[in-house]
């Protein structure tokens, strides 16, 4: 179950535009810079639903909690996939909605993906180090939107 931050909601009179990987009401247009984990590599913006009442969120996702939140967490870090391939498999979860009181047992209830809105990439920039022939990271391109991936999520049955 995320965090009820009540102290947020309550002072803002619009609703919160979409929420971070924690379940952090965000105000501002999203952008792949402003989710929560800043060292990410890849992240999504997705359309749930709370699977008791059925209220939409709008939700971010980077690929580390992607990894934790599907069916079949993996048991070590060789076995993480990329947030792409979650999301080409349909197994994206976000889990608990953000916990916003939308219904008796939302905040302790999963959610249900429904759609990809934005999948966005980074990948780190890299040069072979002249003295010891070792490859190293430089640094980070800017983020990449990939439209091919904003795609439906089918129901599971």
Request: proline fraction near 8%; charged fraction near 25%; include cysteine.
């Amino acid at each position: 179950m995320l965090q009820h931050y009540e102290d947020i909601l309550s002072r803002i009179a619009e609703p919160p535009r979409w929420f971070d990987e924690q379940g952090v009401p965000r105000y501002c247009e999203f952008a792949p810079d402003r989710i929560a984990n800043i060292h990410a590599q890849e992240c999504a913006l997705l359309a749930i639903e709370c699977q008791s009442c059925g209220r939409p969120f709008i939700v971010a996702l980077d690929g580390g909690t992607a990894n934790h939140n599907v069916i079949s967490p993996p048991k070590n870090e060789r076995e993480w996939r990329t947030l792409a391939d979650i999301i080409r498999s349909h197994q994206i979860e976000y889990r608990d909605p953000p916990n916003v009181e939308c219904c008796g047992v939302g905040a302790m209830q999963t959610s249900t993906t429904r759609r990809v809105l934005e999948y966005w990439e980074r990948i780190p920039e890299t040069y072979i180090d002249p003295a010891t022939g070792i490859r190293a990271i430089r640094g980070h391109r800017v983020w990449t939107r990939d439209h091919n991936l904003e795609i439906e999520i089918p129901d599971r049955e």
